[in-house]
């Protein structure tokens, strides 16, 4: 039993890397260029932040994108943290939701655009409410805990069955690498060395 269970969990390891691996040739090169060009324009304007957020899991891969932001000399913050400043016009909100339907993020997102902030949303689909009001929109396939016929699709094609990832797997796991991807090209663009970022790295840790 114990090594069929080792086999379960390192077949669904590879096939979560396989629909990565698949992702990283259909998400749209134009909306990944975007998003960087917009990071980059921030850089080195301290007046201008960028808020990442997301609820649960997606909550999880914005801070450490909002972490890697930071050890590239962003001001850079995360929605719930107790020292988030207000947002205000010129500053960049990424918003991370597989659905598009997260209340609170969609609540959240759209009370950016009224101040004037520029909204990215990262999320299976665009036509959801988050997409709808977001000013750029970054596609990252994945299965969410809302969809059973929506990635449908996406599942065929890789022979991905429902219990290999559950809920909203696929999506985070998706997004979280997309975004350290992000981060490394950010790191070209600017020329940031791993020296810089390390320098910026906690010196207090738990």
């Not at 691996?21 to 304007?45: C, M, N, Q, T, W």
């Not at 599942?155 to 069955?161: A, K």
């Not at 696929?170 to 070209?188: I, N, R, S």
């Amino acid at each position: 039993m114990a090594r069929e269970d080792a086999e379960n969990a390192l077949n669904a390891m590879g096939e979560i890397a396989r629909f990565i691996e698949e992702a990283s040739r259909i998400i749209d090169k134009e909306e990944v260029s975007s998003f960087i060009d917009l990071l980059a324009e921030v850089y080195g304007d301290h007046r201008r932040k960028v808020l990442v957020m997301g609820a649960g899991r997606s909550g999880l891969v914005g801070k450490a994108f909002a972490m890697r932001l930071l050890h590239l000399g962003y001001n850079s913050y995360v929605l719930g943290d107790t020292i988030v400043p207000s947002v205000r016009r010129g500053d960049v909100v990424v918003a991370i939701s597989g659905s598009g339907k997260t209340k609170l993020i969609v609540t959240a997102a759209e009370a950016a655009k009224q101040v004037g902030a520029t909204v990215v949303a990262i999320t299976t689909y665009p036509d959801s409410p988050l997409g709808k009001l977001a000013d750029l929109v970054v596609k990252v396939p994945g299965r969410t805990k809302h969809s059973r016929l929506d990635d449908y699709f996406a599942r065929q094609i890789l022979g991905i069955h429902e219990p290999l990832a559950p809920l909203g797997t696929l999506f985070e796991d998706t997004a979280l690498v997309f975004l350290d991807g992000v981060v490394y090209a950010l790191m070209e663009r600017l020329r940031v060395s791993e020296d810089e970022m390390r320098s910026r790295h906690a010196n207090i840790e738990l």
